[in-house]
């Protein structure tokens, strides 16, 4: 506990981040503090415009500025017929930078975990039901993390899939660490994994 009860509140509010700690979250506080108070103040800012204007793309549910994302808006991606289930917008990007897959996405914002509450409408299931129900995807490629839940989650897809005239059910290919995330992987070994997709069995 320090003399300003402000800079409490800051170092604890520094720990929202994934991996960080206290004493990392007080080292960046003191940094701010001591050196770039107009940074942090910017900073500051920009999160309150993020958080006031990020929103769900009411397509695919990545994230965006407006009511459907740049990608849901081209008219190329639509035609593609494939769709890429992933399960964070960081997965997204990471398939982006790769610049080989050019068709729609669709983010889960997490996989089925029923001990934490998240089943198929958390996940927006409802949502990719109704694309799959358009006839309009060729190929639904699976790109959940290689885990028990991504994989579970992933199964789950499929059999919703099934039900539709979907032309191929996919997963992405190995080279994704068992237990990995997608958005942890280099650039290459991510190319190779959707270059080298298999089918969904």
Not at 65 to 83: F, H, I, T
Not at 106 to 124: K, T
Not at 139 to 145: D, G, S, V
Not at 164 to 172: A, D, H, L, N, P
């Given at each position: 506990?320090?003399?300003?009860?402000?800079?409490?509140?800051?170092?604890?509010?520094?720990?929202?981040?994934?991996?960080?700690?206290?004493?990392?979250?007080?080292?960046?506080?003191?940094?701010?503090?001591?050196?770039?108070?107009?940074?942090?103040?910017?900073?500051?800012?920009?999160?309150?415009?993020?958080?006031?204007?990020?929103q769900l793309c009411s397509c695919c549910r990545n994230y965006c500025d407006d009511e459907v994302c740049a990608l849901c808006s081209d008219p190329k991606r639509r035609e593609s017929g494939q769709l890429c289930v992933v399960e964070?917008?960081?997965?997204?990007?990471?398939?982006?930078?790769?610049?080989?897959?050019?068709?729609?996405?669709?983010?889960?914002?997490?996989?089925?975990?029923?001990?934490?509450?998240?089943?198929?409408?958390?996940?927006?299931?409802?949502?990719?039901?109704?694309?799959?129900?358009?006839?309009?995807?060729?190929?639904?490629?699976?790109?959940?993390?290689?885990?028990?839940?991504?994989?579970?989650?992933?199964?789950?897809?499929?059999?919703?899939?099934?039900?539709?005239?979907?032309?191929?059910?996919?997963?992405?290919?190995?080279?994704?660490?068992?237990?990995?995330?997608?958005?942890?992987?280099?650039?290459?070994?991510?190319?190779?994994?959707?270059?080298?997709?298999?089918?969904?069995?």
């Amino acid at each position: 506990m320090s003399a300003s009860t402000h800079l409490d509140r800051l170092i604890q509010a520094l720990q929202i981040q994934p991996g960080v700690g206290p004493r990392a979250a007080a080292r960046i506080a003191y940094y701010l503090l001591g050196r770039r108070r107009e940074d942090a103040q910017a900073l500051g800012q920009i999160l309150i415009d993020a958080m006031d204007k990020i929103q769900l793309c009411s397509c695919c549910r990545n994230y965006c500025d407006d009511e459907v994302c740049a990608l849901c808006s081209d008219p190329k991606r639509r035609e593609s017929g494939q769709l890429c289930v992933v399960e964070s917008p960081a997965d997204v990007a990471a398939i982006e930078q790769s610049q080989n897959y050019k068709g729609r996405y669709f983010v889960l914002h997490g996989h089925l975990s029923p001990i934490d509450g998240i089943g198929a409408n958390e996940l927006g299931l409802p949502l990719l039901d109704g694309i799959l129900a358009t006839g309009n995807v060729t190929e639904l490629i699976l790109a959940t993390n290689p885990t028990i839940e991504g994989d579970a989650t992933a199964a789950y897809i499929a059999q919703l899939a099934k039900r539709y005239e979907v032309g191929t059910i996919t997963k992405i290919a190995s080279g994704v660490p068992l237990g990995g995330a997608l958005d942890n992987i280099d650039q290459k070994t991510l190319l190779n994994a959707i270059a080298n997709r298999r089918p969904w069995e």
